[in-house]
């Protein structure tokens, strides 16, 4: 099965890959700026077909492909290359291509969530964020406290979209917590509230917490759709500040390798061929808004480093009313990118590390 697993993460990689680079094909064209090859794919070319001045490509290895516009790499005279367009036109197409990934994650969930018509939608009912009631002895219970009938809106300042979030800021809490819950139509803060877990007789080690279910209406999915998508966003710039701070270190990052195992045990440990669909799918979900966000990050060799160079060369352009050459930015791309191979072949070895216990 594993075979199964690693030819599932390579499409997922290589159509993630391929509809981001499709959003900067789309976008350029849109704004007029000349693309001189469009490929799915990487490597050797299989198929190639010239369609006006771009030629369309099948590339042997699935991995993703590339759009190659005139003037990204290096300065051009011809007045459609992409270093000739006004900055606002550049930065839609450095954009679009982290937006068709987003994009591509809030249709995944949607479909999941919403798509009633189709055997993979989810149609249990909504854990929803209220609390219903409280396990025997839970000490918090009073005005003072928690109620039942309280909804919890925000953890120590996050705000609080899904059931899932509660879980998530709890157990990122110290010794207290600060929470503000809805009550009564107002709301409520209740400062550092000592809610930890404890055994509790029949549950085992317990918040305490019962959470009110509702049977979910279009509008519900319409709207999980949406805080799936953001909560995602989140806990992306949550593990890069962890990633900062030292919380976590590269031994908790995971690349291809690592990606392989998740999705071979989201397959495996599903009770059905249909949940294991619905796993992967919210997998593939979570990594398409993901690599969004990650290739938003101002990093050489990624959109994001791109649009901050585009930032930089328009101050430097109100200072000198001259413009940065672009083989500048060709230097520092290849830099950045020399980095990026070197943080992935770190991270590959440590996935495979993993995967042998060490």
Same mark, same amino acid.
């Given at each position: 099965?594993?075979?199964?697993?690693?030819?599932?993460?390579?499409?997922?990689? %290589?159509?993630?890959? #391929?509809?981001?680079?499709?959003?900067?094909?789309?976008?350029? &064209?849109?704004?007029?700026?000349?693309?001189?090859?469009?490929?799915?794919?990487?490597?050797?070319?299989?198929?190639?077909?010239?369609?006006?001045?771009?030629?369309?490509?099948?590339?042997?290895?699935?991995?993703?492909?590339?759009?190659?516009?005139?003037?990204?790499?290096?300065?051009?005279?011809?007045?459609?290359?992409?270093?000739?367009?006004?900055?606002?036109?550049?930065?839609?197409?450095?954009?679009?291509?982290?937006?068709?990934?987003?994009?591509? %994650?809030?249709?995944?969930?949607?479909?999941?969530?919403?798509?009633?018509?189709?055997?993979? #939608?989810?149609?249990?009912?909504?854990?929803?964020?209220?609390?219903?009631?409280?396990?025997?002895?839970?000490?918090?219970?009073?005005?003072?406290? =928690?109620?039942?009938?309280?909804?919890?809106?925000?953890?120590?300042?996050?705000?609080?979209?899904?059931?899932?979030?509660?879980?998530?800021?709890?157990?990122?809490?110290? #010794?207290?917590?600060? =929470?503000?819950?809805?009550?009564?139509?107002?709301?409520?803060?209740?400062?550092?509230?000592?809610?930890?877990?404890?055994?509790?007789?029949?549950?085992?080690?317990?918040?305490?917490?019962?959470?009110?279910? &509702?049977?979910?209406?279009?509008?519900?999915?319409?709207?999980?759709?949406?805080?799936?998508?953001?909560?995602?966003?989140?806990?992306?710039?949550?593990?890069?500040?962890?990633?900062?701070?030292?919380?976590?270190?590269?031994?908790?990052?995971?690349?291809?390798?690592?990606?392989?195992?998740?999705?071979?045990?989201? +397959?495996?440990?599903?009770?059905? /061929?249909?949940? /294991?669909?619905?796993?992967?799918?919210?997998?593939? /979900?979570?990594?398409?808004?993901?690599?969004?966000?990650?290739?938003?990050?101002?990093?050489?060799?990624?959109?994001?480093?791109?649009?901050?160079?585009?930032?930089?060369?328009?101050?430097?352009?109100?200072?000198?009313? &001259?413009?940065?050459?672009?083989?500048?930015? +060709?230097?520092?791309?290849?830099?950045?990118?020399?980095?990026?191979?070197?943080?992935?072949?770190?991270?590959?070895?440590?996935?495979?590390?993993?995967?042998? %216990? &060490?």
């Amino acid at each position: 099965m594993i075979i199964v697993y690693i030819l599932v993460a390579i499409l997922m990689f %290589g159509i993630l890959i #391929a509809v981001h680079e499709f959003g900067h094909f789309a976008a350029a &064209k849109l704004l007029g700026v000349k693309v001189n090859e469009f490929a799915i794919g990487m490597g050797p070319r299989i198929l190639h077909r010239q369609k006006g001045e771009t030629e369309y490509t099948l590339r042997l290895f699935p991995i993703g492909g590339f759009c190659a516009m005139e003037g990204e790499e290096e300065d051009s005279h011809d007045p459609r290359a992409f270093n000739n367009k006004p900055a606002w036109k550049r930065f839609i197409i450095l954009a679009a291509g982290a937006f068709m990934n987003f994009l591509t %994650g809030v249709l995944i969930f949607f479909f999941l969530l919403v798509g009633s018509a189709s055997p993979i #939608a989810v149609t249990d009912t909504l854990t929803t964020t209220t609390i219903d009631r409280f396990m025997t002895g839970f000490p918090l219970e009073g005005e003072n406290g =928690l109620l039942p009938g309280d909804r919890i809106v925000e953890v120590d300042g996050h705000a609080v979209y899904l059931r899932e979030d509660i879980d998530l800021f709890f157990s990122r809490a110290g #010794a207290t917590m600060d =929470l503000t819950v809805e009550r009564d139509g107002r709301r409520v803060e209740l400062k550092d509230l000592p809610l930890q877990k404890q055994e509790y007789e029949g549950e085992g080690l317990r918040y305490g917490l019962y959470f009110a279910q &509702k049977e979910a209406t279009l509008l519900d999915k319409l709207q999980l759709t949406w805080y799936n998508a953001i909560d995602t966003v989140r806990l992306v710039w949550v593990s890069l500040g962890d990633l900062v701070s030292g919380a976590v270190g590269i031994r908790d990052m995971s690349g291809p390798v690592g990606i392989v195992t998740m999705i071979s045990d989201v +397959g495996t440990n599903a009770g059905s /061929a249909l949940l /294991a669909v619905r796993g992967i799918l919210y997998f593939v /979900a979570f990594i398409a808004i993901n690599l969004a966000v990650m290739n938003l990050l101002p990093i050489p060799a990624l959109d994001g480093g791109q649009i901050l160079f585009l930032v930089v060369d328009k101050i430097y352009g109100l200072f000198t009313r &001259k413009r940065i050459d672009q083989k500048y930015l +060709g230097y520092i791309n290849g830099a950045g990118f020399i980095l990026l191979i070197g943080l992935m072949v770190v991270v590959a070895f440590s996935d495979v590390m993993k995967l042998f %216990g &060490k």
